[in-house]
């Protein structure tokens, strides 16, 4: 069983977060899913609706899987030294690394990247790949590995993303179960981005 | 500016209603969001993490758009005439009535579906066609519209219903933008429905 901490703050992306928890959820017997805000508190997503986190990062727990959303609230955060140094030490500790969109900024900014290829939401590259210059930032992926750290693409690639990281831990017949329950269509190919080309990245 | 009224309850699907909120709440100018439960209150999901309702049914409010996501909580929900009569009552005066998933069933012990087409979920199908045997089930369809009513199969069908309702209600740009915001690939065919013969459907 692992223990997922799912990192949110106001102004984070609703379906980046809730996407991959539905998918990992489903597993009840291989994953347990935690919100974990600064403090114990509901937490007003990009979307205005309001998300509950039981945890706060000031109870130092250590988790098997960092899971970190974006959305425009990651524009402020990422001058949050409080939760920064949070994900550089849970990090650190973790088995994986995960983000969505815009939290790979936050990845950036707590430095845990270094030296890493990584990818984020293709309509907000540029501002993220300031966020972090000695990252390998990928203009073109869907979701990209780099040993304990996988960084998707925008929103929804989330998805994909996460049906990627239960394939790796627990096999491709899971993954697709979880896919054919959710009747998910999974783009399975990580290097596959049409979104890429559209934002001018390629 | 539409006003949805999204119902959630004790073990409702996380992404049944959060992909769709994502998609309507992108759109901020056009529609707003609210969560509404028995009573305002944190509700768990199916996943176990939890949403915050900021409203309540006792508030007799009407909406413009009701939204109803599935879960494994509409199993006992279908025997809560609290909840199935404020589902009557709030979709004879809205403008569009939505369901994703197992969401059908409570619209049929509402009533509301008596004599119209709607789908649901491919691996609940039998149980929720049982909810209403006056209803036209269709076993094959991605989502279905009927007048004012839309149903979408499982999960992750909800978001392509809401692309066809955005189409609907703004046209099919609008409905591109949110898509390629999302970096989603909209499966923009309603009765393109592969996971009705993974279910033995057809």
Same mark, same amino acid.
């Given at each position: 069983?692992?223990?997922?901490?799912?990192?949110?703050?106001?102004?984070?992306? %609703? $379906?980046?977060?809730? &996407?991959?928890?539905?998918?990992?959820?489903?597993?009840?017997? *291989?994953?347990?899913?935690?919100? !974990? =805000?600064?403090?114990?508190?509901?937490?007003?997503?990009?979307?205005?609706?309001?998300?509950?986190?039981?945890?706060?990062?000031?109870?130092?727990?250590?988790?098997?899987?960092?899971?970190?959303?974006?959305?425009?609230?990651?524009?402020?955060?990422?001058?949050?030294?409080?939760?920064?140094?949070?994900?550089?030490?849970?990090?650190?500790?973790?088995?994986?690394?995960?983000?969505?969109?815009?939290?790979?900024? %936050? $990845?950036?900014?707590? &430095?845990?990247?270094?030296?890493?290829?990584?990818?984020?939401? *293709?309509?907000?590259?540029?501002? !993220? =790949?300031?966020?972090?210059?000695?990252?390998?930032?990928?203009?073109?992926?869907?979701?990209?590995?780099?040993?304990?750290?996988?960084?998707?693409?925008?929103?929804?690639?989330?998805?994909?993303?996460?049906?990627?990281?239960?394939?790796?831990?627990?096999?491709?017949?899971?993954?697709?179960?979880?896919?054919?329950?959710?009747?998910?269509?999974?783009?399975?190919?990580?290097?596959?981005?049409?979104?890429?080309? %559209?934002?001018?990245?390629?």
């Amino acid at each position: 069983m692992r223990r997922i901490g799912a990192l949110i703050f106001p102004g984070f992306e %609703l $379906l980046d977060l809730f &996407g991959p928890m539905e998918m990992f959820g489903l597993l009840d017997d *291989k994953f347990k899913l935690c919100l !974990v =805000a600064e403090t114990p508190s509901k937490v007003t997503s990009n979307q205005r609706l309001a998300a509950y986190a039981e945890h706060g990062i000031e109870e130092g727990d250590a988790y098997d899987i960092l899971f970190v959303p974006g959305g425009a609230g990651t524009r402020r955060e990422v001058d949050n030294p409080t939760l920064t140094q949070w994900i550089a030490q849970v990090s650190a500790q973790a088995e994986y690394t995960l983000s969505v969109c815009t939290g790979s900024a %936050l $990845l950036a900014r707590a &430095g845990v990247l270094n030296g890493r290829k990584a990818t984020t939401n *293709k309509a907000a590259f540029s501002w !993220v =790949a300031e966020q972090g210059p000695k990252v390998m930032w990928q203009r073109q992926a869907r979701w990209v590995e780099d040993g304990p750290f996988i960084t998707s693409s925008g929103v929804s690639a989330g998805m994909d993303m996460t049906l990627g990281a239960i394939a790796l831990m627990h096999g491709q017949e899971t993954a697709c179960d979880v896919a054919r329950w959710c009747e998910y269509t999974w783009h399975e190919d990580k290097a596959h981005d049409p979104f890429a080309q %559209l934002h001018g990245l390629v």
